[in-house]
């Protein structure tokens, strides 16, 4: 079983103005952030970065001469484009950092066409928010949202709502115990069902466990990553929104290529419809049936889907925390998730624990 702390990392380092205590207030945010914006295809030749007046800082100016105010992500996105280093240009004077964008835009390569995205924020101040491809699918936060309230209602009242701590539901929904969140260029969405809870005889050391559905949501719309579901099962949520003794079970992952708002409404937002009316019982059948499937030919089993090495250290792994050899299925999944663990790449890490999650489907064959 896993711990899982990307929740934690976003009620760690969000300022309150990106906390929020229920789905429509988060919807409410960020219908009024799409609403202000306009997002347009420009040459990069005909953008321009330019000096504020007090040279503590840097303009976006475009093709009709209107100043914009980069984000820090969007400095990035464009310090990327031009082929300066980010970090670099933000330890140089503001009239040097400019003319080195502007040579990077403008001169040093070819003409780029570029997707801007533009905010309009206190009355005349308006943002830059991205700079991405000109075929950039934008998929937008609140959409995401609505979706969630669709199938999930508010994220407070419902079955599936901001999680508890220790498994007892939170008498009110707070900024310092939420765990929804969007901010200028991302947003991220924890929504657990701990009331009807998942009974699983044998779980470990041969003692009944319950576990609780949960998942995340993240998305971004300046282009800082794809739209992402990730569901899983959990012991408990501690104070700090890690998440203890999870088993990740499956993932959806959208690129916001041109296509992404189609494959938001054909892949994900079904998904999510399911995943809403899926009853405690039916994935506790599930559960029980990898438990009960004996395997005649663990190390065939295990090799054909992570190669002989991984396989016997996985083996080795699951003994080691159980106490006994791998025999069923869920065995297995167990084993294989431990060995995740170890695994030092998050990336690699994830990707080992979906495809450990998908030997639950061998139970069912």
Same mark, same amino acid.
């Given at each position: 079983?896993?711990?899982?702390?990307?929740?934690?990392?976003?009620?760690?380092?969000?300022?309150?103005?990106?906390?929020?205590?229920?789905?429509?207030?988060?919807?409410?945010?960020?219908e009024v952030m799409r609403a202000n914006s306009r997002a347009a295809v420009v040459s990069?030749?005909?953008?321009?970065?330019?000096?504020?007046?007090?040279?503590?800082?840097?303009?976006?100016?475009?093709p009709n001469g209107h100043a914009t105010t980069p984000t820090n992500w969007s400095f990035g996105q464009l310090a990327n484009l031009s082929?300066?280093?980010?970090?670099?240009?933000?330890?140089?004077?503001?009239?040097?950092?400019?003319?080195?964008?502007n040579y990077g835009l403008k001169v040093e390569r070819d003409a780029i066409d570029t997707g801007v995205l533009l905010t309009r924020r206190d009355g005349d101040l308006i943002e830059l928010r991205a700079a991405t491809g000109p075929r950039y699918g934008r998929i937008w936060n609140v959409d995401v949202v609505r979706a969630l309230e669709d199938r999930f209602g508010d994220g407070v009242s419902g079955d599936f709502r901001v999680p508890g701590i220790f498994g007892k539901s939170l008498d009110q929904v707070t900024i310092g115990n939420t765990t929804l969140f969007a901010g200028d260029r991302d947003m991220f969405v924890f929504l657990a069902d701990e009331k009807n809870r998942i009974e699983l005889p044998g779980r470990r050391d041969g003692k009944t466990g319950e576990l609780a559905r949960g998942f995340? =949501?993240?998305?971004?719309?300046? #282009? @800082?990553? /794809?739209?992402?579901?990730?569901?899983?099962?959990? +012991?408990?949520?501690?104070?700090n929104r890690i998440v203890w003794g999870?088993?990740?079970?499956?993932s959806i992952s959208i690129r916001h290529t041109a296509s992404a708002p189609e494959r938001f409404l054909e892949e994900a937002a079904p998904a999510?419809?399911?995943?809403?009316?899926?009853?405690?019982?039916?994935?506790?059948?599930?559960?029980?049936?990898?438990?009960?499937?004996?395997?005649?030919?663990?190390?065939?089993?295990?090799?054909?889907?992570?190669?002989?090495?991984?396989?016997?250290?996985?083996?080795?792994?699951?003994?080691?925390?159980?106490?006994?050899?791998?025999?069923? =299925?869920?065995?297995?999944?167990? #084993? @294989?998730? /431990?060995?995740?663990?170890?695994?030092?790449?998050? +990336?690699?890490r994830v990707e080992f624990e979906e495809l450990a999650g998908e030997m639950l489907e061998a139970a069912a064959i």
């Open positions: 079983m896993n711990t899982l702390t990307q929740a934690s990392t976003q009620w760690a380092t969000r300022p309150p103005e990106e906390r929020f205590t229920s789905l429509p207030a988060m919807g409410e945010a960020l990069s030749r005909h953008l321009s970065a330019i000096p504020t007046d007090d040279n503590r800082g840097l303009l976006i100016e475009g082929g300066a280093p980010a970090h670099y240009l933000r330890t140089l004077p503001a009239p040097l950092a400019a003319d080195c964008l995340f =949501v993240t998305n971004s719309e300046t #282009g @800082a990553g /794809a739209l992402k579901i990730k569901t899983f099962l959990f +012991d408990y949520v501690c104070a999870a088993h990740e079970l499956e999510l419809l399911e995943y809403s009316r899926a009853s405690a019982s039916s994935v506790s059948s599930v559960l029980k049936l990898a438990q009960s499937s004996k395997l005649s030919k663990v190390d065939e089993f295990l090799s054909t889907r992570f190669g002989p090495r991984v396989a016997d250290r996985i083996k080795v792994v699951h003994a080691q925390e159980e106490g006994r050899p791998i025999e069923t =299925v869920w065995d297995a999944v167990v #084993g @294989a998730t /431990a060995y995740a663990r170890s695994i030092p790449w998050t +990336d690699s």
